[in-house]
Structure formats: C-alpha cells, structure tokens
C-alpha cells in the first residue's frame, strides 16, 4: 500500500471504493505479536505470543477474561485492545445486573462491530487500531469470532492474527477439521504448536506465550507457566518427528502485503 | 375536602432479624428466613444473606427488594474490582464499598439494615454494621432488623468486655470458641422468635473461616 491522496480521512472514499484509514488500521494488526484462537464444539483456546519491548521490560497482556463465559486475545494497538476488552467486560456485567443470565457471545461481538463502525463514520475519529479475537460460549455451543478494525465480523473454526500469523494459518488450515470432535488437552496442543509456527525457529517456552481456554464446564482462565511449559514439554519430543511445518512458506511470507493490491478491499473479505 | 396526603409508599419492611458475630479466626454470620409484609407471611424459606466475596458475606434486613438491589449493585462492583486487580476484595474494603454505595442514596435511601462479616486481611474475624445510609463501624459483634433490640442487649450481656471501672478487676471476656459462637447466634434467634412476630421458621447460619465458607441450618418457631 502506497500513500495517496485519499487517505487522510477516514471519511474520504478513494475513486475505487475504499477507505485507506481503514486498511491502515488493519495494517496496524498485521504489525502486532500474533494471536490464535480454535475451538471444539465444547472448548476454544486462545493462545498469544508475548513480545517485550526489551529485555529489562514486561511484556503487554494480550489475553483478556470479559467474563467466566468470554475472553479475548488481541492483536495490534495493545492499548486499543484494553480499552475494548473494558467496553466488553462492562456490556457482560450490565446485561447479567439486567437478564440474570450470560451474555450471548454472538451479541457482544454485534456491538463490539458496531462500535469499531462507528470510528469508521466519524471525522474526529479514527478506527481502533486493534484486531479481536473472541472466543466464548454460550447456549448454542463453542464460538470464535474476529473483530476487525473495519467493523467486520466473522465466526471462525480457528484462526490467527498478527505478525507471522500466516504460518499459523497454514497449520490450522491442514488441521481444523479434527479440531470439532479434539478433547481438550489436544486442542491446547494444537494451540502451541500454531504459536510455535509463527516463532520460526525461536524455541517455544511458556514464558514466550500465553494461552487461555474456556469451555463447557470451566470458566476462562488463563493456564499458568508451568501446566504450559509441561504442556510443551510432552509433546516437544513428538514435535521433534513432525517435518519442518515452515515448507517454502515464501508464499507466506509475502503475505500480508499480497493481499492489500489492486482489487479486492481487505475489508470485504 | 380536606387536605389529601400521599399514602402510597415506595417502601415495605419485610421484616426479619440479622446477626454477626467475629471471632479470633472465624466469624459467624446468621439470619432468620421469613419474609412477611404487614401482619401476613410472604414465605418461610427466604435467605437474606449474601455472599459478596470470597471471604465477605452480608446479611440483611429491611425492605428486601431493595435488599436484592443493593447486592446486585455490590455484586457487579466486585467483578469489575476483580477485573481490575486480578483479586478478590477484601472485608474491609468491601465494607468501605457499600457504607459508599448507601451514602449514593442518601436522598432515596436503600430500606436496607446491613450487617457485614468475614475475615479481614490477616485471617482475623470482622464484622461491620450499618445504618441505612450507610454510617458504619467495625465492631465485634452486631444484629440489625426487626428483632435487634430484643436480639443486642443479650449479645452485649454475653459478648461485651466489661468495664474497666468495675470492681473487683475482670479479665476481658474469654474470645468464644466457633463452636459456641455459633451456639450462642442459635440461642439469640431462638429466643428472639419467641417475642418477634416477624422472626422465625428457619435460622440460616453461615460461618467463614480459613477453610472457607459452610452453611448450617435450623428450624425456628412457625407462629
């Protein structure tokens, strides 16, 4: 994506149809540490890397808990992220004061969308520079949903988001459709090694990660260091025997600049 | 015609009794279950305490649609807390919460009589009493409702150091063992029930102490 003289605005269409704020804004994902998120028909697991400014500093909380039944993980303006995982935590409490029951899944994500469109219609706005993955759970079963700075939506098997997030995308793509009928156990591991796809190289270790689950019968949580690195552990050895998943994901790697050309807008995808 | 006055009131009572009583390492908190309004029973089986944090819990009186609101509020409050802090609230600070959330409607008051318990901080026994504005005090033990005059000059005759003026020179009060506090609160209500029309059917007792929280049950006079 080139600058044009279109894109200043979030309110100036360029002559093709698109609002290159809003593209810029979902750029702003693509730059982020990457986010996973799979589901079963009874669990979804969120898994995130944890990049640290330096070594001397923490690094930033990617992985939220709305609510027992709802978490998020972000990717992008970790800030944004922060400010939108407030908005939903307050949606859930407010509907549960009014309705004694749990906040649809499908809902929140209607108003988080509805939310991120509004930044998108507004001159003294600017869209949230933040992409959502949601996962939760609710009458229907196990959801995932991801947010786009757009105000797009979509319900996912799994999915990734952010930096290096391709390669992931590739691993789960090759996998989802045991992902339905995957115990729990089999379902986190799946998740690290999605996370450990977008590492290239660098080794996986529960301090470089997070990841969280919920499902029927165990409200989200995020899993502590050490059931994740003996997680990591067990299945290191066999991890060892698969073959290097990262094929010639050159394709891959010019990935998230491909798409963003001529023609289709992201945001229609 | 004469002047007319309103006589529609956004209030009832609902009557019933509350007590807490704090120990060295427990505290004991307890309320009788029967629900009335005027001279009439609602139900026999309503509880009136509220478990607001993991090691706070709250038991009220008054006007109960109220009451339920207020836990409501205090409940709601407390996940956003937990967001915040990644942390349950402690005692006091939950104490502090709801003296604050009262004094919010200090000009259309919560009908709520509102005894606190839990353990503080340090795993030792509190217990907070409230007005319905939300004036409060840590105290050691406390009843609120309908049956507290008959309930609180007893609890004082058997719970309240002596003074130091008198002679001949008494040790403070022996601290009460869990078991006889919860003895004790048994004794108060049951006697209460005597001389209250509004107190009865069942005592809800619930006690927190290190290993938790546990609730017990017993049956009160149903006249």
């Not at chain 1, 908005?87 to 004061?97: A, G, K, Q, V």
């Amino acid at each position: 994506m080139f600058r044009n003289q279109y894109d200043t605005d979030v309110t100036t269409w360029s002559p093709a149809g698109r609002l290159f704020q809003v593209e810029y804004a979902m750029e702003a994902v693509k730059q982020g540490s990457a986010a996973i998120g799979l589901r079963s028909k009874t669990h979804i697991v969120l898994g995130c890397v944890n990049k640290a400014n330096s070594e001397l500093s923490s690094h930033q909380k990617k992985i939220f808990k709305v609510d027992d039944h709802i978490g998020v993980a972000i990717a992008g303006l970790t800030a944004d992220g922060r400010v939108l995982s407030r908005y939903m935590r307050n949606e859930c409490i407010n509907y549960s004061f009014t309705y004694e029951s749990p906040l649809p899944v499908g809902r929140l994500v209607v108003q988080l969308a509805d939310k991120a469109q509004v930044c998108t219609q507004r001159s003294w706005k600017r869209p949230y520079g933040v992409g959502l993955l949601v996962a939760g759970l609710d009458e229907s079963g196990a959801h995932l949903y991801y947010n786009c700075p757009s105000g797009n939506y979509f319900e996912y098997q799994a999915f990734a988001i952010g930096s290096r997030s391709q390669a992931a995308k590739t691993y789960l793509e090759r996998r989802f459709e045991n992902f339905a009928d995957s115990s729990r156990d089999d379902l986190v591991k799946d998740a690290l090694m999605a996370i450990r796809e977008t590492l290239q190289g660098e080794t996986l270790k529960s301090s470089i990660c997070t990841v969280a689950v919920v499902g029927v019968g165990e409200p989200f949580h995020i899993l502590d260091l050490e059931t994740v690195q003996q997680m990591i552990d067990a299945f290191e050895i066999v991890g060892e025997q698969e073959g290097p998943a990262a094929e010639p994901d050159a394709a891959a790697a010019a990935d998230q600049g491909g798409s963003t050309e001529e023609g289709v807008a992201p945001m229609d995808i | 015609m004469p002047k007319q006055q309103a006589n529609w009131s956004p209030y009832d009572n609902n009557g019933g009794s509350c007590v807490a009583i704090a120990g060295a390492d427990y505290c004991v908190i307890a309320a009788d279950t029967r629900m009335s309004t005027g001279y009439n029973i609602l139900t026999r089986d309503y509880s009136k305490i509220c478990k607001l944090a993991d090691k706070c819990v709250m038991a009220s009186s008054g006007f109960q649609a109220d009451v339920k609101a207020l836990q409501k509020h205090l409940a709601a409050r407390h996940l956003i807390y937990q967001h915040q802090h990644n942390k349950q609230m402690s005692c006091p600070a939950m104490a502090q919460l709801l003296s604050n959330t009262l004094y919010y409607k200090r000009f259309f008051p919560y009908y709520s009589f509102n005894v606190l318990g839990g353990l503080d901080n340090e795993g030792k026994g509190c217990v907070f009493t409230y007005d319905a504005v939300g004036s409060y005090e840590k105290v050691g033990y406390s009843s609120q409702g309908s049956g507290s005059t008959l309930i609180m000059p007893f609890l004082d005759n058997q719970l309240k150091s002596p003074s130091p003026l008198l002679l001949p020179v008494q040790d403070a009060v022996t601290p009460l063992a869990e078991a006889e506090a919860v003895d004790l609160v048994k004794t108060v209500f049951a006697s209460a029930s005597e001389r209250d029309i509004y107190t009865g059917d069942k005592l809800e007792i619930v006690v927190i102490n290190a290993d938790g929280i546990r609730r017990e049950y017993m049956d009160l006079r149903k006249d």
